[in-house]
């Protein structure tokens, strides 16, 4: 249950890329000894307001990547964003974002909608779009949540099932697949 990786954050270890499976880490990172931080963002919100890292500085969040228009494994994982919202809704050092894959569909217009479908609360979870190319880019080298290679380029896709902790200081704590079922 993520509630208790959550809770439990402070004793659970940081992640770098040398440890994970090379297949989530983009090969420039693979093998990098480096302490791994998330790196900065631009993107735009379900309100058309800018989100960068500095919405996330000292908070705890997770973050996923998804498509308004996905039929599978997008709505059960907005569905977890939303119990986790619930849950942590009085936790103001607790936040989401979710990073669309699919920003030339994904408008803040129809990223409005998909949040009032979802009842998110837009001081809680950040449902963003942007620049495809950094988007992608910060899946496979920031947040390792990609299986495949790739450049952000056109025929390019994104599509993971993966939910991605990260602490106060900007590194990676946990990494899990939604789970088949809800949380």
């Given at each position: 249950m993520l509630y208790v990786l959550?809770?439990?954050?402070?004793?659970?270890?940081?992640?770098?890329?040398?440890d994970f499976n090379a297949k989530l880490v983009d090969t420039s990172v693979?093998?990098?000894?480096?302490?791994?931080?998330?790196?900065?963002f631009h993107l735009i919100n379900q309100n058309n307001e800018i989100v960068t890292q500095e919405n996330y500085r000292n908070k705890i969040y997770v973050a996923d990547f998804f498509f308004t228009r996905c039929p599978?494994?997008?709505?059960?994982?907005?569905?977890?964003?939303?119990?986790?919202?619930?849950?942590?809704?009085?936790?103001?050092?607790?936040?989401?974002?979710?990073?669309?894959?699919?920003?030339?569909?994904d408008s803040v217009s129809?990223?409005?909608?998909?949040?009032?479908?979802?009842?998110?609360?837009?001081?809680?979870?950040?449902?963003?779009?942007?620049?495809?190319?950094?988007?992608?880019n910060l899946a496979?080298?920031?947040?390792?949540?990609?299986?495949?290679?790739?450049?952000?380029?056109?025929?390019?896709?994104i599509h993971t099932p993966n939910f991605i902790l990260i602490d106060k200081k900007r590194e990676l704590e946990v990494?899990?697949?939604a789970p088949i079922r809800t949380i």
């Open positions: 959550l809770s439990y954050s402070t004793n659970l270890p940081i992640y770098n890329a040398t693979q093998g990098s000894l480096k302490k791994h931080t998330i790196a900065n599978t494994i997008c709505p059960l994982m907005a569905n977890n964003m939303k119990k986790l919202q619930d849950e942590f809704l009085n936790e103001d050092d607790v936040m989401l974002l979710s990073m669309s894959v699919t920003p030339a569909l129809v990223l409005k909608k998909y949040s009032e479908r979802h009842s998110a609360i837009d001081t809680k979870w950040h449902i963003t779009t942007g620049n495809k190319k950094q988007i992608y496979r080298k920031s947040f390792f949540a990609a299986v495949d290679q790739g450049d952000g380029g056109f025929q390019d896709f990494f899990m697949m």
